[in-house]
């Protein structure tokens, strides 16, 4: 198979859903990805604060950047050229180990990827939760415990690799103090330069539409909303609707802002004797969004095809945010930035 049929059928979003932050909790995570077989850099750091990418470093650049604005109030000394070094460092450290681990494997072939992720949150009740997981071709491979300071494999061969490093106890033990500690120090000096930005309230835009005309499928599409929590459902004649409803993942736009769909597959006989809705509730809403679903009949082509084009621009908005993901299984870390420059 091509490179360019694998990305094109593995193109997925998922750098901000990894964590969902929830009212009361901020975080803080780094995602490293090595790769091999594609045409991507093949070393990449992508920070995220909050749901929101604050810096990048690749293989290709070789130096760490910026990617939100506030990101340039940070007055740490020397901070760039340090996170700069220390990537540059670890790129080294991934150059060696995805070889080894294709060895291990025994697949030398095609497209691979070596990843790590780790990181905290913290609650505003002052609880702690820190994290470091490693992921082989998008698959759970190794999770670091917090409590024991030892390893969980996920896999057989993941058990020879955590027999090797649980004696390192030491080395471990320092990991320890900084998902404990100097991450949730770090989280509160993000929190001192974002906090206009991160503890914003964007209230959604939502459209209904139906999809495809005369599809069955009918779309509720919220967008341009911050922060990313939001709740969205299908009702008819006012009851919560479950079947033939998909809800997807919320995504991010370009802006920083968050969009998210769900999808209701339901006829024309029923539109016409029943009232479908979509409800939307967000924290920066006094009450509840309700759309109802318009009368397919009344419905001009014209208004169908610019609602359509406008919800399609929208969702590209938030492919630009630019994240390939390889074969996303279980927690399924595995994000590859695109391009450091969107």
Known sequence: MKNGSIVMKLLVLLMFSLHRSSAGTHSYQYIITGVRGIDFPEYTEVGIVDGEQINYYDSNIRRTIPK???MKKVDYPDYWNINTLNSQANQERFEVDLPIIMRFFNRTEGVHTWQEMYGCELDDDGTVRGH?????NGEDFLSFDLNTITWTAANAKAVIIKNKWDP???YYKLKEHYLKIDCVEWIKKYLSYSRETLEREVPPEVFVFHKHFPSPEVVCHATSFYPRG???????DGEEVHEDVEIRETLPNQDGSFQKRAILRVSSEELKEHRYTCVVQHISLEKETVQTVPDPVGVSVGTRTIVGAVVAVAALVGVGVGVLILKKKKSGFGAVP????T
């Not at 470091?132 to 082989?136: I, V």
């Open 68 to 70: 939100a604005d506030w």
């Open 132 to 136: 470091m997981q490693y992921g082989y």
């Open 168 to 170: 390192n106890v030491g």
């Open 230 to 236: 939001l709740l969205m459902f299908w009702q008819k």
């Open 338 to 341: 695109v391009n450091p420059n």
